[in-house]
């Protein structure tokens, strides 16, 4: 199976190449490590941010906005088609890569997590990768440096040299645009954790409403998952009837209806103490090949206008 580390590179390459038009930055760090900025002191935008969610996603899925509406409101939407979920979603896209290093903290996503390969969606899927460059992408309102670089390039066995690290805050453009490209991605982990092989998902379309920027990263965080868990919508086409697709939704949690700046404050902002089922899109459609079609779950709007600020 190809590298997706080598194709993830690609389109590293391409952002530096187009990062004034794209309003973002790029340096090496001392140790020989690249830098990507898509929002910590550049701007980035709305272009920005789908390249940031296909390097996240390794290039293995198709990432466009359209415009539509929140509760009457005007607002743009990105929406994700990928037909290689298991490894495009689960084994790059996942933020399942959590960095902290001498007081940076940065939640890691992208394929530098198939070159260390210890979280069980890898053994599901059967893959790992072997290259020597790589892309992490960083969720954080820092820019990573040199130790950072150093950590990831030790548990990925590559050189400093080989590093690329692709930093944006949640509370940014690319931030919003990039959570909203996830609705596909929870809905594929949420099979995934109900004990469904990920590898028996065909393929998985999906969209949610890009968050407002917030002014500080606790109040973009809670916006972004809002945006997910009552805005999103995906369509997944799988190989294998279950009687747990009704899982699916956020609104099969009992959280269902809160605000997520409500639910992680009463967390005192530990995401591991959150129940990681309200991690899911607002409705689920799941087509079972050669079976029947089954639709759970609805768009909150008045949530959303809420959140929003509308």
């Known amino acids: 199976m190809e590298s997706i580390n080598r194709m993830a590179i690609e389109l590293a390459d391409e952002a530096l190449d187009f990062a004034g038009e794209l309003n973002i930055g790029g340096f090496d760090l001392d140790n020989g490590a690249t830098v990507i900025d898509f929002g910590v002191d550049h701007p980035g935008g709305i272009e920005a941010g789908l390249l940031l969610a296909e390097l996240q996603t390794a ?3 198709t990432v466009q906005t359209r415009v539509d509406e929140v509760a009457g409101a005007t607002f743009p939407r990105v929406e994700l088609a990928c037909d290689r979920p ?5 084994c790059s896209q996942k933020a399942g890569w959590e960095v902290s290093v001498d007081g940076y903290e940065g939640l890691g996503s992208g394929p530098a997590r198939a070159l260390v390969a210890e979280e069980e969606e890898f053994r599901a899927v059967g893959y790992t990768d072997a290259f020597d460059l790589t ?14 670089a150093e950590h990831v390039a030790d548990l990925a066995e590559i050189g400093t040299d080989g590093v690329y690290l692709a930093a944006y805050p949640t509370a940014s453009i690319c931030g919003s645009v990039s959570m909203a490209a996830r609705a596909p991605e929870l809905a594929v982990f949420r099979l995934f954790e109900l004990g469904y092989d990920p590898t028996d998902v065909r393929s998985v379309s999906g969209s949610a409403p890009v968050a407002p920027v917030a002014g500080d990263e606790e109040t973009a965080i809670g916006r972004t998952n809002d945006a997910l868990a009552y805005g999103g919508r995906v369509h997944l086409t799988v190989e294998e009837d279950a009687d747990f697709f009704d899982e699916l939704p956020s609104s099969a949690t009992e959280e269902y209806g ?12 530990d995401f591991y103490e959150v129940d990681e089922r309200v991690f899911a899109p607002a409705q689920v459609t799941v087509d079972v090949v050669g079976g029947p079609t089954y639709a759970y779950g609805e768009v909150n709007e008045d949530l959303l206008a809420e959140s929003f600020g509308l």
């Open 86 to 90: 298991a490894l495009a979603l689960l």
């Open 258 to 269: 809160r605000p997520f700046a409500d639910i992680f404050a009463e967390a005192d902002w």
């Open 135 to 148: 892309v992490l992408t960083l969720e954080g309102d820092e820019l990573p440096d040199e130790q950072v």
């Open 59 to 61: 290039g293995l899925a």
